[in-house]
Each structure stands twice: as structure tokens, then as C-alpha cells.
């Protein structure tokens, strides 16, 4: 089936900086889609989520572009902390699909 | 309100046996969900369960099965293990099932299983 994929497995940003986080997707039938967080020795944290009818949504810090034209999603992190170092997945569901479809991942690296 | 909780936390077994994990959703979260995280494949879907019933199932073989309890709480089992079945299980809890507009998932920390 088609997946969800994230364009960089890791990205190096320094501390105070925006983070922007890339993801493509290619089903064209997803109607929602979903960041996670993930810290070591930790299961996927809820970050924020987005219906296809919107093309941004904003959180705490943190803003998800989506582009249906181009079937692309962005996670932005604001004034990056320390705290903020995990791998970032993000996911997709529609069209009847069977679960959520995870990205590989991007290891967010913060530097001092 | 207690998050998902998923126990044992690690486990190792040898191939060839079978091995039951357990997740207790979020209280008045009515569909469990499992998936497999390993470095290589990424998290990838196993099945999820509502109201007791396996309503969608992932590109698993039939070694991997589950099944949910009234009160919600899941199990699942593999059997004959293999040294492939090495990964991290993940269960997920959410008010609904997915595609009726609650897909948000609540993960636990999930069960590190170790094949030999």
C-alpha cells in the first residue's frame, strides 16, 4: 500500500532556533493526519493532529502545515529546547485504510 | 486518568515459543490498537479491536493474534516465535475507532520482546 514518508531521518538544529520537520505522503485519500513524539525507552507521544480540510493548525510551539496540492506535511517547533530531542514520526489514516501508516522518523537533534 | 498501560515491559523468549502481551487502555477508551516498532520497518500496524472485535488487521502472518476483553483490555500472542519477532509492541488506546473521526491514539510505552 502507499506510505507515509518523512524526507530527513535526522535533523540538527541549534538550541532556541525553529525546527521544521518534513513529511510526504502519497495516498491521496488521507483525511487525517497525525506528529508523534518519541524520547528513548518511550512509546509515540501525541504531538498534534490535522484533517485534510484545514491547511494549518497550531499547538503549544508547535504549527502542521498541510499542502494537499502537494501532498505534504510539515511539522514547525518554535524556540527549539533540549526537551525537544526525540525522533518525530508522522502518520496518516483515510480511503478505509487499515490503521495509522507511520513514517520512518526524524531524529530531532538539539545543539547547545 | 491513567495513561495505556502495556505489561511486561521486556520479556525474552527463545524461538519457537509463544508469548502473550497485555494492554490496559485509557479508562473509557473502547478501541485498542497494536503495532510493531523495529529499527529496520519502522512502526508498522498489527490490528485493532473495538467493542471486542478485530475490526481491521495489518500485513501480519497468522503467528500474530489478539483479541480484546469487555472491559477493553487487550492481549496479544504470538506463537512459534522467530528471531524476526524481535521489537518493540506498542499498544494504542483511542476513544473510538479509527475512521469515525477519533483516531488520535494514546500509546503505552510498550513491551520489548527479545527472540533468541
Known amino acids: 500500500g502507499e506510505s507515509v514518508g518523512l524526507h530527513l531521518p535526522t535533523l540538527s538544529v541549534q538550541e532556541g532556533d525553529n525546527s521544521i520537520i518534513n513529511c510526504a505522503y502519497s495516498?491521496?485519500?488521507?483525511?487525517?493526519f497525525i506528529w508523534y513524539k518519541q524520547e528513548s525507552g518511550k512509546g509515540p507521544q501525541f504531538i498534534i493532529d490535522?484533517?485534510?480540510?484545514?491547511d494549518k493548525r497550531q499547538g503549544q510551539r508547535v504549527t502542521v502545515l498541510l499542502n494537499k496540492t502537494v501532498k505534504h506535511l510539515s511539522l514547525q517547533i518554535a524556540a527549539t529546547q533540549p526537551g525537544d530531542s526525540a525522533v518525530y514520526f508522522c502518520?496518516?489514516?483515510?480511503?478505509?485504510?487499515?490503521?495509522?501508516?507511520f513514517g520512518k522518523g526524524t531524529h530531532l537533534i538539539i545543539q547547545p | 486518568k491513567a495513561g495505556v498501560t502495556q505489561t511486561p515491559r521486556y520479556l525474552i523468549k527463545t524461538r519457537g515459543q509463544q508469548v502473550t502481551l497485555s494492554c490496559s487502555p485509557i479508562s473509557g477508551h473502547r478501541s485498542v490498537s497494536w503495532y510493531q516498532q523495529t529499527p529496520g520497518q519502522g512502526l508498522q500496524f498489527l490490528f485493532e479491536?473495538?467493542?471486542?472485535?478485530?475490526?481491521n488487521k495489518g500485513n501480519f502472518p497468522g503467528r500474530f493474534s489478539g483479541r480484546q476483553f469487555s472491559n477493553s483490555r487487550s492481549e496479544m500472542n504470538v506463537s512459534t516465535l522467530e528471531l524476526g519477532d524481535s521489537a518493540l509492541y506498542l499498544c494504542a488506546s483511542s476513544l473510538g475507532a479509527t475512521g469515525a473521526g477519533n483516531e488520535k491514539l494514546f500509546f503505552g510505552s510498550g513491551t520489548q520482546l527479545s527472540v533468541l
Open positions: 495516498n491521496s485519500a488521507s483525511d487525517y
Open positions: 479491536y473495538f467493542s471486542e472485535t478485530q475490526r
Open positions: 502518520a496518516d489514516i483515510g480511503g478505509g485504510a487499515d490503521g495509522l501508516t
Open positions: 490535522i484533517r485534510s480540510n484545514m
